[in-house]
């Protein structure tokens, strides 16, 4: 969760909601990515959307089988959605999101495969957001 | 919708799942895509997705008010949660997806701004589908 953390920081610096995503397979850190939706003027760029991408291109493969997706905010219904698809093994999320969180719209989107597990770092990664907004309206 | 089930030929041919995509803002076709997630291994690479996408770096704009998604097949989660983001206009889509169609999951994906219609080619761009899935089988 620490590299998924530096790459929400990375967002924060470049104007981008901050929020950072890793994969991981066999222990080794596959795709690293960042939201980027401002930047590529695309609302699809969510960081885990561009992490499975990567990790999928690197693997030559479909499916994140044997893959944990570290990412500092519970994901959205879109990348749930994704994740859904690429059957991946474990997600990890540091911040809750009550109001676009996943699990508002229906807790059972992901993969009956994968597991859901609360991370660390879910303060530090709240305490993010809240500044980059913050600095936002001001 | 006859543009989309145009993509989604194009899609069969390839030997990919037949879904087309197009989408029109004020009366001009600004992006078709089928579906390459077997070209590109790449869950996210669905029609929808990909058409976003490509509308939203035509337009230079993230958001796809006044825009027209016509699509052959009933939107899964992940491509709703997408369409969500995107603000988009109107969702017409021909074949109903009982199976992985958003709808199942929660019918109140899509943005409240968003009107979802049934459109043509209905029974046409399932029997792509079943053709594709024969196929497929022998």
């Keep these: 969760m620490n590299e998924a953390f530096k790459q929400a920081k990375i967002a924060y610096e470049e104007g981008e909601i901050p929020v950072g995503a890793v994969i991981v397979c066999k222990n080794k850190i596959i795709a690293k990515a960042y939201n980027q939706t401002e930047m590529l003027n695309d609302v699809t760029a969510h960081a885990e959307i561009l992490a499975i991408t990567s ?32 059957q991946i093994t474990e997600v990890h999320y540091a911040a809750p999101d009550p109001k676009r969180g996943f699990r508002q719209c229906n807790p059972s989107i992901l993969h009956p495969k994968t597991k859901l597990i609360q ?20």
Tied chains: 1, 2.
């Excluded at 990790?55 to 570290?70: I, M, Q, V």
């Excluded at 991370?119 to 001001?138: I, P, V």
Aim: proline share 2%; aromatic share 14%; hydrophobic share 40%.
């Design 55 to 86: 990790a999928e291109n690197y693997l030559g493969a479909k499916y994140l089988t044997d893959c944990k997706l570290y990412v500092t905010l519970e994901p959205c219904v879109m990348c749930a959605g994704a994740l859904f698809w690429s």
């Design 119 to 138: 991370g660390s770092l879910a303060s530090e990664s709240e305490q993010l957001l809240l500044d980059f907004f913050k600095k936002l309206r001001n």
